[in-house]
């Protein structure tokens, strides 16, 4: 199965990776990889950068790599009304905006009752494209209500490869919603070093359940189709229409 995106990945920025952006597009690159999305953690968790650094993300698009890189977060429930930390004027820019909840912050004392229904609420933000590892070891969300509203919202939600070990059960349950309800799915390595960039190699135990036509990040041109990226140096490589819903990409 070809994952030519990876949409979720961390820099030196989040505090608690470990490779610059550079060593990553080279991994990337070498990977076969058509780009990748830097995502780096928000300011709700511990070492997370200021809005500032997200704001200041469009100099990548002058940067000479071998790989095209998309600019964005990997945000954080700052409440159960689905607002992130950072303000819209802050995710609006970005080319891709994950939110996922973590045990940090506010979602360190939440509820898991309380933190599905942010993320819920989340989803009808429509600056908010992608939901990240909705299937973790540490929250046991109502990940049914999550997908439901995922294909409501045409958001995606994430098969993520770092959280899979003891979890397989549940990630088989989750992919047999993600198909039931028609929901986008990602695919993406969360990684934290260059090479786990485009990593997919703990993909193999769930390709039956895996419809490639469903990936949002299957290729360039449908991550531009699917986050609606505007900006001109990535949509000159691929042709891919404004926009897309659940059913236009299956």
């Known amino acids: 199965m070809d994952i030519l995106v990876d949409l979720h990945t961390h820099s030196v920025a989040s505090g608690h990776a470990y490779s610059t952006i550079t060593e990553m ?9 058509e780009a990748f999305a830097v995502t780096d953690h928000g300011p709700g968790l511990p070492q997370g950068p200021h809005a ?13 790599l071998p790989c095209c890189v998309l600019t964005g977060v990997e945000e954080d429930l700052a409440g159960p009304d689905g607002v992130p930390y950072l303000p819209d004027s802050a995710l609006r820019p970005l080319d891709v905006v994950l939110l996922g ?4 912050a506010w979602a360190a004392t939440a509820s898991s009752q309380a933190i599905t229904t942010g993320l819920l609420r989340a989803m009808e933000n429509p600056l ?3 939901i990240t590892h909705p299937v973790n070891a540490w929250q046991a969300l109502d990940v049914k209500a999550i997908v439901q509203q995922a ?4 958001t995606a939600v994430e098969l993520n490869l770092t959280k899979v070990k003891g979890l397989e059960q549940r990630l088989r349950q989750f992919l047999d919603w993600v198909n039931e309800f028609n929901a986008p799915l990602m695919v993406n390595s969360d990684a934290h070093c260059a090479d786990e960039v485009g990593c997919f190699d703990d993909l193999s135990p769930f ?6 036509a469903r990936l949002v990040n299957r290729s360039l041109a449908t991550v531009v189709a699917f ?3 505007q900006r001109a140096d990535v949509r ?10 659940a059913e236009g990409i299956a």
Do not use: E, S, W
């Not at 597009?25 to 990889?33: D, F, T």
């Not at 500032?52 to 000479?64: E, I």
């Not at 294909?151 to 045409?154: D, E, I, R, S, V």
């Not at 000159?236 to 819903?245: F, G, Q």
């Open 151 to 154: 294909a409501a919202t045409n």
């Open 25 to 33: 597009a080279q991994v990337a690159a070498a990977r076969g990889l």
């Open 101 to 104: 909840p973590h045990p940090y």
């Open 236 to 245: 000159a490589r691929c042709a891919a229409p404004a926009t897309t819903t």
């Open 52 to 64: 500032y650094f997200f704001l200041n993300q469009h100099r990548l698009a002058k940067m000479t």
């Open 227 to 229: 986050f609606n990226i």
């Open 207 to 212: 390709l039956d359940q895996v419809a490639p």
């Open 128 to 130: 908010i494209k992608g």
